[in-house]
């Protein structure tokens, strides 16, 4: 059988049965945001890795190594705010084409070193080696969040509300407009909101510890995949369902005004792009006042947009009359199938 076939997340099955363990530090091994383990204390110890590669995760035409310097850790960070925890800690490894600019090699030190320091992480190893081919960037971030405390992508149930923090689509739609053609090496404040989002996700350290450390989520996830693949973490995973208002979608301004010149269905980069970094989670009925009023200490808005069902396993996308909505697109990507995976 081709890989193609088993797919990137049955080969990820696949690894998980194989290394299945049982280990007393070990509290969450293979299969959620990031691993977590008990460590003495009262603390656990989350970790996570994320494996960048030239031609795959990005384009060196498209991007700049400055921002690539800041995305190769945020994406892990932003693992790390899906937990609810504290990123502490980070491993770089990296292999290098041998015609690799030298300044480029430096801008990219220098977007990671201006994330590192704002988000207080510091590089304690890594790896470098030749490349024969392109540019491999692999990060792994090391963090704490309090035992109590880690959200899990299990937990939600029948009932729950679905909330997201900021806006959908955003980084799709940033992509789109970079592939027309704009530089990416304009200064920051000058490239349209949607492609900021893209080069330089904010990872929603400050919220998720928010979140976790009132114990408002009863699961949570980041969005890399896109919301419909993602969502589905969080309840298809649990055999639950989930009914999605589609008005409610939180919509940036730049979106509303520019995605019909890209897409002729307006939700669809929404419900289906992916690398927003946005944290996806539940929250029982009873505590969404108290999520209300938690989150005017965001950086960022947060949005109620549907809620878990019964057991259909299904995600429905309903429109303001509460119609289901035809989704005729396909919902996440898939490495190996080089496509979108129903
Ligand atoms: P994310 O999108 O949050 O980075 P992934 O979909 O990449 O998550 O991974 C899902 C789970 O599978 C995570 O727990 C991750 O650690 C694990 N995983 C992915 N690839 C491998 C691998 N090659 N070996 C072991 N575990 C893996
Ligand atoms: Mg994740």
């Not at 509303?256 to 989670?281: C, V």
């Not at 429109?319 to 496509?339: E, M, Q, S, V």
């Amino acid at each position: 059988m081709d890989i193609e076939e088993l797919g990137e997340f049955g080969l990820i099955e696949q690894i998980k049965e194989s290394f299945k363990c049982r280990d007393h530090l070990l509290a969450i091994g293979i299969g959620d945001d990031t691993a977590a383990l008990n460590v003495p204390g009262d603390k656990a110890t989350l970790i996570t890795t994320d494996l960048l590669l030239e031609g795959v995760h990005f384009d060196l035409e498209l991007n700049s190594a400055y921002y690539l310097g800041k995305k190769s850790l945020s994406v892990n960070l932003s693992d790390i705010a899906a937990m609810g925890g504290t990123p502490r800690y980070f491993l770089l490894s990296l292999g290098i084409p041998r015609r690799y600019p030298v300044e480029s090699l430096r801008e990219f030190f220098r977007g990671l070193k201006e994330l590192s320091l704002n988000y207080r992480v510091k590089l304690i190893g890594g790896d470098t080696s030749a490349s024969t081919g392109k540019l491999m960037i692999s990060v792994t971030v090391l963090g704490e969040a309090p035992r109590g405390q880690v959200v899990r992508r299990t937990g939600a149930e029948v009932g729950d509300q679905i909330f997201v923090t900021g806006t959908l689509g955003d980084s799709l739609l940033g992509l789109y407009i970079l592939r027309n053609g704009i530089n990416p090496t304009r200064s920051l404040r000058k490239l349209p909101r949607v492609v900021r989002k893209h080069l330089d996700p904010q990872p929603r350290i400050k919220e998720g510890k928010l979140i976790a450390g009132k114990g408002l989520a009863t699961a949570m996830i980041d969005l890399s995949d896109g919301l419909l693949a993602d969502l589905g973490h969080l309840t298809r995973d649990v055999g639950l369902g989930a009914k999605l208002w589609r008005e409610k979608l939180p919509l940036s301004n730049y979106y509303r005004r520019n995605i019909l010149s890209f897409e002729q269905d307006k939700w669809k980069l929404a419900l289906t792009g992916g690398e927003d970094y946005e944290l996806l989670f539940t929250v029982s009925r009873a505590k969404v006042k108290q999520l209300r009023h938690l989150s005017s200490r965001f950086d960022c808005r947060l949005t109620r947009i549907g809620e878990v069902v019964e057991g259909s396993e299904d995600i429905t996308v309903v429109d303001k009359n509460d119609k289901p909505c035809k989704i005729n697109y396909l919902t996440g990507y898939d490495h190996f199938r080089a496509r979108f995976a129903s």
